[in-house]
């Protein structure tokens, strides 16, 4: 009965020590995650190390050139959204509804042989989007069409010599006198007037398009410098992980020092950098710009004129933007406060939002380590017997545990350059130039490279310990027996 309970007791232990290792190698790799990627001084030191404040105004004027001149469906017509309906049919037809829905999303790019596939319903159907009374094409004069009532307006608000250029196209209109129609139109449905002028709907004004990626980048830097873009992404970072540990119940960013860097210098150099990047005036432009900055009512034109002009009309523009900056919130909200307060109890089994089971899933990984911990005190309960013993049973799980959990940590930045290969590169979108790509790359390699280290280092001090007590083991001598003299037996009688 003793040897039976004997090799129970074993038996348990060798179950424990089993479920010890699988817990102790997932308590290494979820107490890691959760302590080093949910820590904001990471990602500061990451930010640091890559110096992309003294980078990000390069690549942020790089990003905003790219993507005023990018056109995806110029280069993929599969990308064009207002695309008439008889082209998207032929697409459909063509390629089949699942492929043509993929592709049109841009989660995948055609083949060659897609491409010439589709060729015949543009060939048939055209590339171009369909057109409604609200939306004209750029370039096409809305004016002789329009219905008499928006004619007259137009003519009321930039007078009947101006009105007759435009309709009879003599020339584009000026952006003040776009600003002044469009309410025309839009009043009565017609939408922006915008495309007279050859502009984009509904999109940055044309002179935002006259500035090339070192105008952005004097701007940016202009208006935050270096140290000053650290100071509120550094602060951005704080709150937005004491709002993830639930520490607060928002996050927002300052906006005081940008206003009172506009209204100061700063706000005087970055409107002479947008102003001479911009073509030179002409005459009746100068007009209209002198008189908006006068205070009339011709609206504000953004062109370069001469040094004279400009040194009297600079001032004015200066009291207009710091007029500008009375309506600027002092913060911007980066995550508002739940308007519905965290219920408890019923629900998901982590929470009822993404950010509760996140917060819960996080304080799980914090205790995880007593799992194994747990485990480790039964394996003793069942199966140490001795010193020796005590070092096997514990020796053995702790480098088994150690090994394995140093498998993750020396192929986390293999597994992250063969996913990037394969699984992000093919699907990164052409207006996402290479530098920043190349950026966001080094900023992730920088962060798991860090938390691979971390593991690797503590599975490795596991494994040392746990090799160490293995071995040790077998230098342990066990008690002995004292050696009893034998006692002859009696003599026997013949």
């Known amino acids: 009965m003793r040897k039976v309970l004997i090799v129970l007791s074993k038996t348990i232990a060798v179950i424990f020590a089993i479920l010890f290792v699988i817990a102790a190698v997932l308590a290494i790799l979820l107490f890691n995650i959760e302590r080093k990627l949910f820590a904001a001084d990471l990602y500061k030191d990451a930010l640091a190390d890559q110096q992309i404040y003294e980078r990000l105004p390069g690549i942020a004027a790089e990003l905003l050139t790219t993507s005023m001149n990018y056109n995806p469906c110029a280069e993929n017509p599969l990308l064009c959204e207002d695309i008439s309906p008889e082209l998207r049919g032929c697409y459909e037809q063509t390629l089949g509804n699942e492929?043509?829905?993929?592709?049109?999303?841009?989660?995948?790019?055609?083949?060659?042989?897609?491409?010439?596939?589709?060729?015949?319903?543009?060939d048939q159907y055209g590339g171009g989007?369909?057109?409604?009374?609200?939306?004209?094409?750029?370039?096409?004069n809305p004016l002789p069409t329009a219905p008499p009532d928006v004619q007259a307006c137009v003519k009321q608000a930039i007078g009947e010599t101006a009105y007759n250029e435009l309709y009879n196209s003599t020339r584009a209109p000026t952006e003040a006198e776009i600003a002044q129609i469009t309410p025309c139109f839009g009043q009565n449905g017609m939408g922006n007037f915008g495309n007279l002028g050859g502009g984009d709907q509904g999109?940055?004004?044309?002179?935002?398009?006259?500035?090339?990626?070192?105008?952005?980048?004097?701007?940016?830097?202009?208006?935050?410098?270096?140290?000053?873009?650290?100071?509120?992404?550094?602060?951005?970072?704080?709150?937005?992980?004491?709002?993830?540990?639930?520490?607060?119940?928002?996050?927002?960013?300052?906006?005081?020092?940008?206003?009172?860097?506009?209204?100061?210098?700063?706000?005087?150099?970055?409107?002479?950098?947008?102003?001479?990047?911009?073509?030179?005036?002409?005459?009746?432009?100068?007009?209209?710009?002198?008189?908006?900055?006068?205070?009339?009512?011709?609206?504000?034109?953004?062109?370069n004129p001469?040094?004279?002009?400009?040194?009297?009309?600079?001032?004015?523009?200066?009291?207009?933007?710091?007029?500008?900056?009375?309506?600027?919130?002092?913060?911007?909200?980066?995550?508002?406060?739940?308007?519905?307060?965290?219920?408890?109890g019923g629900g998901e089994p982590l929470g009822d939002d993404p950010i509760t089971a996140l917060r819960n899933v996080r304080f799980g990984s914090r205790l995880s380590p007593l799992l194994p911990l747990g485990l480790l005190m039964l394996v003793t309960i069942f199966g140490v017997r001795s010193l020796k013993g005590w070092m096997r049973w514990w020796g053995i799980p702790f480098f088994f545990a150690g090994a394995i959990a140093l498998i993750p940590g020396i192929a986390i930045l293999p597994a992250l350059n063969w996913a990037w290969v394969n699984f992000a590169a093919p699907r990164i979108p052409p207006i996402i130039t290479a530098d920043i790509v190349a950026t966001g790359r080094n900023l992730v390699t920088y962060i798991l490279h860090y938390l691979a280290e971390q593991i690797a280092i503590q599975s490795a001090v596991l494994l040392t310990v746990g090799l160490a007590a293995w071995i040790g083991s077998y230098f342990i001598k066990t008690g002995r027996k004292e050696n009893i003299p034998a006692i002859p037996p009696p003599p026997t009688i013949a």
Do not use: H
Not at 129 to 140: F, H, V
Not at 204 to 213: C, D, T
Not at 214 to 239: K, M
Not at 244 to 264: I, M, P, Q
């Open 99 to 122: 492929r043509y829905v993929t592709l049109a999303s841009g989660k995948e790019k055609p083949t060659e042989a897609e491409m010439q596939a589709i060729q015949p319903c543009l």
């Open 129 to 140: 989007t369909t057109s409604t009374t609200s939306e004209q094409p750029s370039g096409e």
């Open 203 to 303: 999109g940055m004004p044309p002179f935002m398009k006259n500035l090339k990626a070192s105008d952005w980048e004097a701007i940016i830097n202009i208006l935050v410098p270096p140290n000053e873009l650290q100071a509120i992404t550094e602060n951005v970072l704080d709150q937005v992980f004491a709002y993830l540990n639930g520490e607060t119940d928002s996050a927002s960013v300052s906006l005081v020092k940008l206003k009172s860097r506009l209204a100061g210098q700063a706000g005087q150099d970055a409107l002479l950098q947008l102003i001479t990047a911009q073509p030179p005036c002409t005459d009746e432009q100068l007009v209209q710009m002198a008189a908006g900055a006068l205070g009339g009512e011709q609206g504000m034109v953004i062109c």
């Open 306 to 344: 001469p040094e004279v002009v400009l040194a009297l009309l600079l001032p004015e523009l200066q009291s207009q933007l710091n007029a500008l900056l009375t309506e600027m919130p002092d913060e911007a909200i980066i995550i508002k406060p739940s308007s519905q307060p965290a219920q408890r």
